[in-house]
C-alpha cells in the first residue's frame, strides 16, 4: 500500500493532481454533523485488525458521537464552532472559526494508531488532510480508512482524506500545497521539516515530552511503589506521560535507597514484567548507564539497582538535576525540595508533560510550584497515562491549532444573529428510523448520568412524565432560543423586560425565559406569573418595563382587570407563547394602550426545545425553524410519507443537538404546512405555518372536520376571538358537535351555512347534530397535566 486518495489505492501521485485532490477536497461541501456521524458508526463497527485490544478500545472511544461532541465543545467553545455569529447580542460584528483549509500531518512510527487519531482531528476539525506515513509504519491507518469510508453515507469524506506511504512526492512539494503542517517526532526531525515550511504556513509541532512522579515521605511506602511500577510498565516507559523520573519531597539518600528497595521489590513480584526484547543498540546504552553509574557511586551518593536478567533498572542520585531515563523501564529516584522546583526545570520547561502525584495535604502547595515550572498535566500517580474526553495535548487544544478565527461586521447582517440565516439550511434526518410518538418518547431511558435537568411534560393521557436535559444541551436549547426572541424583535440594549411566564411544580417556562434573557445580556425583571396582579401592574409602571414576556392568559387577564394601571405605563411590546394569543384582545391591546408588538416569543416544546421562531414579517402562525438544533419534516396525516410542500401535515422534528436523549422524528402532534415563499427578511431557512394540533382534525358523522375553520369562522363571520371548544358526543342515535362559546351564543343555522361541510352533515344529510352552547371559559374542560384548554374533546361512547 502506497496511496490511498479519495477512497481508491493509486501506485503514483503527480504535483499536479495532488493540487487538484486538495483543492476538490477543500471545496467539498461537508458538514461537520456529517462527518461525526460517519466516525460514530465507524466506532460502533470497527474490526480488530490483530490491534492491540488497549488501543482498539482508545480509537472507539474517540470517534464516538459522544467523546468527539464534548472533544469539540471543550477545544472550539460549542457544538457548531464553525458557525459565525454574534458572540454579544448587542453588537453587529460575527465570528467563528474556520478551517485552516489543507493540513500535512507528518507522523512518526513509534505511536500505532497515532496517524489515525492525528487523521481523525485534522477532519473534524473541516479541513482537507493528507497523512504521510513513516516508511516503517504497518499499514493499520490503511485497514482503519478503509472501514472508515464504508460508514460514510455523504460519500464526501472520501474526498477529504489522503494517505501517503513509500512514495516519490518530495516533502518540500507537499508542504506546497498544504496550510498547515502537524509533524510528531523529536528535536532533530521538527528542526529540519521546520527549516522547509515557509512563514506563510502554519507550523504545528508535537515533540517528546518528559514526565515524572513526585512523592512525598509519608507516601513513600510499598503500595506508592507498586503504582509507580505500574505506570513504568505500561507500554514500557513508551507514552509521553510515562514517568522517567521518581522525585522524591526532602529526601536523604537514606530514604532515597529505603524507597529503592521497595521499588525493588514491587518489580520483582510484578506478574508482567517479563524479559524485553531489545536490539543491540538499546542494549549497548543501558550497559553504559549502568556502568557509568556504578562508577560514580564509589565516590558519590548514588547506586543503582537492576534486575538480574536486566527487565528493569533503578537509577539513585541525591541531586535534583533533570535527567531523562533511557526508558525500557528505567526510573531515575532523586531528591527534590519544593523552592527549587522551578530552578530545577527552568531549562526543560518546553519538554514538561505530566506529574503523577502522591502526596499528603500537608503538601499540597507543591502543585502550585509544579505549574509554575512549565508542567501541563498533573494526575494521581497510578493514573498518569489516563485521559478525559476534551483534554489539551500538551498544554494545547489539537483542534484550535487546526483552525483560524474569522469575523464579519457587514451592515446587511446586522439584523441576523448568525452568517447561515443567509444561507439555504440543510436537514440532518435518518429516514430509515420510525416515527416517535410522544408514548415513545416517554418510554426513554432517564439513567443517563448526564441528566441534570428535568422538567414536566404533560402526556397525552394526562399522565405527567419527565423531559430530560444535560446543562449543556439546556444552555444550547436556550441559545437557540434566544436567537429567536432576538429575531423577533426583542432588543437587548435598549428593552426593559419582565418575565411572567409560570415557574414552580417542574414546569419550565419561567426559568427557561430567565436564562433566555440572560444570554441575551437584557435588562430583566424576574416577576413570574405571580397572582397580585395589581402588585405586577404597579411595577411595570413604577420600574418603566416596555417588554412583556408571559403566557396570553395571564397577559389577558392582567389587562383585563388592572388595564387602568397598566395605561399609565409604557408597554411597547408583548411575546408570548404556550397558547394561542386571541386576535381581538391584540387588537384592543395595540389601538387602548400603544402595544405595538405581539409576537410569538418561541414555539416549542418541553421534550423537544425550541423549534421555531417569528421575525418582524412573520404572520399569524408562520414561524422559521430553528435550524441550528432542529430538522423538520411535513407526514401525511393517515401515513409516515412526506406530503408535497404547501401541503398539511404532521410537523415531525429531529433534534440535533440533545446528549442524554436521541430525539429522531418525533412527532410532537402538531399540524402545519411548509412556506415555500422567501420571507422578506431575507433568512433563507425552513418557514412552516402551525396550523393546529393532530387532535383538531376530527370526524363526525362519517365527515371530517377542522378546529381551525370554526376558529377562522367565529373570527371573521361572528367578530368572536375569545376561548371556545369542541366536544363531540353520542348520546343520541348519531354524533353530535357541541360548540361551546365564552358569554355568546350564535344560532346553528347561521353558524353552519358559513362551513360547507358542516352544513351538509347536518342540514341536508343529517348525519351528524350541531349544537351551540353559550358557556363561560371557566368551565372549560382543561389539560391536568399543563392547564390548558383543550380544544376537542371527544366524549362518545363506542
Request: hydrophobic fraction near 35%.
Amino acid at each position: 500500500m502506497s496511496i490511498l486518495c479519495q477512497g481508491k489505492y493509486l501506485e503514483e501521485l503527480t504535483k499536479t493532481e495532488l493540487m487538484r485532490y486538495v483543492l476538490e477536497g477543500m471545496s467539498t461541501d461537508l458538514h461537520l454533523d456529517e462527518i461525526i456521524d460517519c466516525l460514530d458508526h465507524f466506532s460502533k463497527n470497527v474490526e480488530n485488525l490483530e490491534m492491540d485490544a488497549f488501543l482498539l478500545a482508545e480509537i472507539k472511544e474517540f470517534c464516538s458521537k459522544d467523546s468527539l461532541k464534548q472533544k469539540i465543545v471543550s477545544e472550539l467553545g460549542n457544538h457548531e464552532p464553525f458557525s459565525i455569529k454574534k458572540n454579544e447580542f448587542q453588537n453587529a460584528e460575527m465570528e467563528g472559526y474556520a478551517p485552516l483549509g489543507s493540513l500535512l500531518h507528518i507522523t512518526s512510527a513509534n505511536s500505532e494508531g497515532l496517524s489515525f487519531l492525528a487523521l481523525v482531528e485534522g477532519l473534524i476539525s473541516q479541513n482537507m488532510n493528507i497523512v504521510k506515513l513513516s516508511r516503517r509504519d504497518d499499514d493499520l491507518c490503511f485497514k482503519l480508512v478503509e472501514q472508515l469510508l464504508k460508514h460514510d453515507r455523504s460519500e464526501k469524506l472520501q474526498k477529504r482524506i489522503l494517505l501517503l506511504k513509500n512514495q516519490t512526492l518530495d516533502l518540500s512539494d507537499l508542504i506546497d500545497v498544504v496550510d498547515g503542517v502537524s509533524c510528531w517526532g523529536g528535536d532533530s526531525a521538527l528542526e529540519s521539516i521546520k527549516a522547509k515550511v515557509p512563514n506563510n504556513k502554519r507550523f504545528i509541532p508535537w515533540g517528546h515530552k518528559i514526565s515524572f512522579a513526585l512523592i512525598d515521605n509519608n507516601s513513600a511506602n510499598a503500595e506508592t511503589s507498586r503504582k509507580l511500577v505500574d505506570e513504568i510498565l505500561l507500554n514500557n516507559q513508551q507514552a509521553c506521560s510515562a514517568p522517567q523520573v521518581c522525585y522524591l519531597l526532602d529526601a536523604s539518600y537514606e530514604q532515597l535507597m529505603d524507597f529503592a528497595q521497595l521499588l525493588s521489590d514491587s518489580f520483582s513480584t510484578h506478574e508482567d514484567c517479563n524479559e524485553l526484547d531489545l536490539d543491540i543498540q538499546q542494549r549497548a546504552e543501558l550497559t553504559n548507564y549502568n556502568e557509568l553509574l556504578r562508577l560514580e557511586s564509589l565516590f558519590l551518593e548514588k547506586n543503582l539497582i537492576t534486575s538480574k536478567k536486566g527487565e528493569w533498572r533503578i537509577y539513585i542520585e541525591k541531586n535534583s538535576d533533570f535527567k531523562a531515563s533511557p526508558l525500557n523501564r528505567t526510573i531515575w529516584i532523586k531528591s527534590i525540595t519544593s523552592n527549587n522546583i522551578v530552578e530545577t526545570f527552568q531549562k526543560h520547561r518546553g519538554y514538561l508533560q505530566t506529574v503523577g502525584l502522591s502526596i499528603s495535604d500537608d503538601n499540597f502547595d507543591v502543585i502550585n510550584y509544579i505549574l509554575k515550572a512549565g508542567v501541563t498535566r498533573v494526575r494521581e500517580l497510578g493514573r498518569m497515562q489516563e485521559s478525559y474526553g476534551g483534554e489539551p495535548h500538551d498544554g494545547e487544544y489539537a483542534l484550535r491549532r487546526f483552525v483560524k478565527r474569522v469575523s464579519l461586521d457587514l451592515d446587511i447582517l446586522k439584523r441576523n444573529y448568525r452568517l447561515d440565516e443567509k444561507s439555504e439550511g440543510r436537514q440532518i434526518i435518518n429516514k430509515s428510523l420510525p416515527v416517535m410518538t410522544k408514548e415513545d418518547f416517554q418510554s426513554l431511558s432517564l439513567d443517563d448520568e448526564r441528566n441534570k435537568l428535568f422538567f414536566r411534560s404533560g402526556g397525552s393521557s394526562g399522565k405527567s412524565a419527565l423531559s430530560t436535559f444535560s446543562y449543556h444541551s439546556y444552555h444550547t436549547q436556550m441559545s437557540a432560543a434566544s436567537e429567536g426572541l432576538y429575531a423577533a424583535g426583542l432588543d437587548p440594549r435598549n428593552d426593559r423586560c419582565m418575565n411572567l411566564f409560570f415557574g414552580g411544580g417542574l414546569y419550565g417556562g419561567f426559568l427557561s425565559f430567565f436564562t433566555i434573557l440572560e444570554k441575551m445580556k437584557a435588562l430583566q425583571f424576574p416577576m413570574a406569573a405571580y397572582e397580585d396582579l395589581e402588585f405586577v401592574a404597579e411595577s411595570i409602571v413604577e420600574y418603566q418595563v416596555d417588554t412583556l414576556l408571559g403566557m396570553p392568559s395571564y397577559i389577558v387577564e392582567l389587562f383585563t382587570k388592572k388595564g387602568s394601571i397598566l395605561k399609565k405605563g409604557c408597554v411597547k411590546k408583548i411575546f408570548f407563547g404556550g397558547e394561542h394569543f386571541p386576535e381581538k384582545m391584540k387588537t384592543l391591546l395595540i389601538k387602548d394602550y400603544g402595544v405595538e408588538i405581539i409576537r410569538s416569543a418561541s414555539y416549542g416544546s418541553v421534550d423537544a426545545g425550541p423549534l421555531g421562531f417569528q421575525c418582524e414579517y412573520c404572520e399569524g402562525s408562520i414561524h422559521h425553524l430553528n435550524e441550528s438544533i432542529q430538522s423538520l419534516e411535513v407526514l401525511s396525516l393517515e401515513s409516515d410519507k412526506e406530503v408535497p410542500d404547501g401541503e398539511v401535515g404532521r410537523l415531525v422534528f429531529t433534534s440535533k443537538a440533545r446528549e442524554t436523549l436521541s430525539i429522531d422524528r418525533y412527532d410532537l402532534g402538531d399540524l402545519g404546512r411548509i412556506v415555500k415563499d422567501k420571507c422578506r427578511c431575507m433568512r433563507k431557512g425552513l418557514r412552516f405555518e402551525l396550523l393546529g394540533r393532530s387532535g383538531d382534525i376530527f370526524r363526525s358523522g362519517g365527515t371530517f372536520f377542522n378546529f381551525l375553520k370554526f376558529e377562522k369562522i367565529l373570527k371573521d363571520s361572528f367578530e368572536y376571538s375569545d376561548q371556545f371548544q369542541i366536544i363531540l358526543t353520542n348520546e343520541s342515535t348519531k354524533d353530535t358537535i357541541n360548540l361551546y362559546l365564552n358569554g355568546i351564543k350564535i344560532e346553528e343555522v347561521d353558524f353552519a351555512s358559513k362551513y360547507k361541510d358542516l352544513s351538509e352533515a347536518f342540514c341536508h344529510e343529517l348525519t351528524t347534530d350541531f349544537k351551540v352552547i353559550k358557556s363561560v371559559s371557566s368551565d372549560f374542560i382543561s389539560s391536568k397535566s399543563s392547564g390548558k384548554i383543550l380544544r376537542v374533546v371527544d366524549q362518545r361512547q363506542y
